[in-house]
């Protein structure tokens, strides 16, 4: 009769440490954003974050939304891409709503306009929501085309992933080019790395398709690169100080 109790207990535990990992799952993702955010209202700048980051996170969790629908995973990373999704859109919004606000030119870019030069440069927030919607109907489009072929399957749970995995490449890069972290958040990328391990571990234990721990260890390695640049221009501008 204990040992039946026992196992009980035992059981309700692991449960609720279940539901608390998918939790975290969920809306983990979307937490070292709000450091950036915050950031982004107080100094009224959004020269310290690239918002290509949302770009490549946007495009990893449209695919892999389509991908779900190819080959069903856990119901919590679908949750997980619909809430990244918004919290993206939100970020976009507020950079929309700073550099318009910040602009000394009247001139607008706007996604009809065409110009190679200037693709996810817009100054309206309305162009990347459409972006998104007519890169979501190509997707919607192929995908019932080819959904019954494994092999594709698979190469969008890959590309999904793929992009997923270069999430930290746009702020490494704008790091680079300003060859400074100013104006970006340390708590946003610490964040990011907690994320990253917490995740990877989840999807290893929940033995997730492959694509999934690949993917989270590639981000970790990113992370890491981009403390060092942290490190290293803090470094740098103390020894330009001293």
Not at 120 to 135: N, P, Q, R, V
Request: glycine share 4%; net charge neutral.
């Amino acid at each position: 009769m204990m040992d039946a109790l026992q196992e009980e207990e035992t059981e309700s535990a692991w449960m609720l440490l279940s539901w608390l990992a998918s939790f975290v799952m969920v809306f983990g993702g979307s937490l070292p954003y709000l450091p950036q955010y915050q950031e982004i209202r107080r100094s009224r700048n959004t020269e310290g974050f690239s918002t290509r980051v949302c770009l490549v996170l946007l495009i990893a969790n449209i695919l892999r939304i389509f991908f779900w629908i190819g080959k069903q995973f856990e119901l919590t990373l679908l949750l997980q891409s619909v809430v990244m999704i918004l919290t993206m859109f939100a970020m976009l919004h507020l950079c929309c709503t700073v550099q318009n606000t910040n602009r000394v030119s009247t001139k607008r870019r706007r996604l009809t306009d065409l110009e190679p030069c200037h693709i996810w440069k817009w100054s309206a927030f309305e162009d990347y929501l459409l972006f998104c919607f007519g890169f979501s109907v190509v997707c919607a489009v192929v995908t019932m085309l080819l959904l019954d072929y494994a092999v594709f399957v698979e190469m969008l749970g890959s590309l999904a992933v793929m992009f997923e995995a270069m999430l930290g490449v746009p702020q490494l890069l704008q790091n680079l080019h300003n060859r400074s972290t100013k104006g970006m958040s340390v708590k946003m990328v610490l964040l990011w790395t907690a994320g990253d391990v917490f995740k990877t571990t989840y999807f290893v234990m929940n033995q997730s398709p492959c694509q999934f721990w690949m993917c989270g260890s590639v981000q970790i390695l990113i992370d890491v690169a981009i403390l060092l640049q942290v490190l290293f221009y803090s470094r740098d501008a103390l020894t330009k100080l001293g």
